[in-house]
């Protein structure tokens, strides 16, 4: 029932993403308007802060439309990847990389040392320059992995890219709400 809800509701959910994406725009443009601009600058400004949930609302239609297979692939595309820009956009400032290489790194030891016990000395080396390599090799490869995933984040949280998500989010919206697909109008 979720699912079919969220499936429903997929232009009004595109649309609130697309506003999320480009509020910190409207803010700005909005700013210098004489009577509404300071009030709607502070409310715009909570739409971009919000917008981590409606990334998250976004990501989770996407999930949904995509098990069900409803809407067409542009649409669900686009669901995730304006998703995953809101959602990324305030946890880019944590290094992540390195809190997982190290938590990775720690448990593949604690694993190795648990279930595979390294007799003392193997090929004359000692069992701690070998836990040593198997905490080094899993912690940069895992390290390599998020730091990836990191830079991903933060080109798609980017302010021209967001922008870019956010108008295609709010026109595509629009045009679902009246039976008609941006892009098929586009010819994509």
């Given at each position: 029932?979720?699912?079919?809800?969220?499936?429903?509701?997929?232009?009004?959910?595109?649309?609130?993403?697309?506003?999320?994406?480009?509020?910190?725009?409207?803010?700005?443009?909005?700013?210098?308007?004489?009577?509404?601009?300071?009030?709607?600058?502070?409310?715009?400004?909570?739409?971009?802060?919000?917008?981590?949930?409606?990334?998250?609302?976004?990501?989770?239609?996407?999930?949904?439309?995509?098990?069900?297979?409803?809407?067409?692939?542009?649409?669900?595309?686009?669901?995730?990847?304006?998703?995953?820009?809101?959602?990324l956009?305030?946890?880019?400032?944590?290094?992540?990389?390195?809190?997982?290489?190290?938590?990775?790194?720690?448990?593949?030891?604690?694993?190795?040392?648990?279930?595979?016990?390294?007799?003392?000395?193997?090929?004359?080396?000692?069992?701690?320059?070998?836990?040593?390599?198997?905490?080094?090799?899993s912690?940069?490869?895992?390290?390599?992995?998020?730091?990836?995933?990191?830079d991903?984040?933060?080109?798609?949280?980017?302010?021209?890219?967001?922008t870019?998500?956010?108008?295609?989010?709010?026109?595509?919206?629009?045009?679902?709400?009246?039976?008609?697909?941006?892009?098929?109008?586009?010819?994509?």
């Amino acid at each position: 029932m979720c699912f079919s809800l969220l499936s429903d509701y997929t232009p009004i959910i595109l649309v609130s993403g697309g506003v999320a994406a480009v509020a910190w725009l409207f803010a700005i443009l909005l700013k210098s308007a004489p009577i509404v601009g300071s009030p709607m600058s502070k409310i715009l400004k909570g739409i971009s802060i919000f917008g981590f949930f409606v990334g998250l609302l976004l990501l989770f239609t996407g999930a949904a439309i995509w098990s069900a297979g409803v809407w067409d692939i542009a649409t669900k595309c686009l669901l995730l990847i304006t998703g995953l820009s809101l959602f990324l956009k305030p946890l880019r400032q944590l290094p992540w990389a390195t809190l997982f290489g190290l938590i990775i790194g720690l448990v593949s030891v604690f694993l190795a040392y648990s279930y595979f016990p390294i007799p003392e000395i193997v090929f004359n080396i000692s069992s701690t320059w070998l836990y040593l390599a198997i905490f080094f090799i899993s912690a940069l490869v895992s390290y390599f992995l998020f730091k990836f995933l990191e830079d991903l984040g933060r080109i798609l949280a980017s302010k021209p890219v967001a922008t870019i998500l956010g108008i295609i989010c709010i026109s595509h919206g629009i045009l679902l709400l009246f039976n008609q697909n941006l892009f098929s109008i586009l010819g994509i």
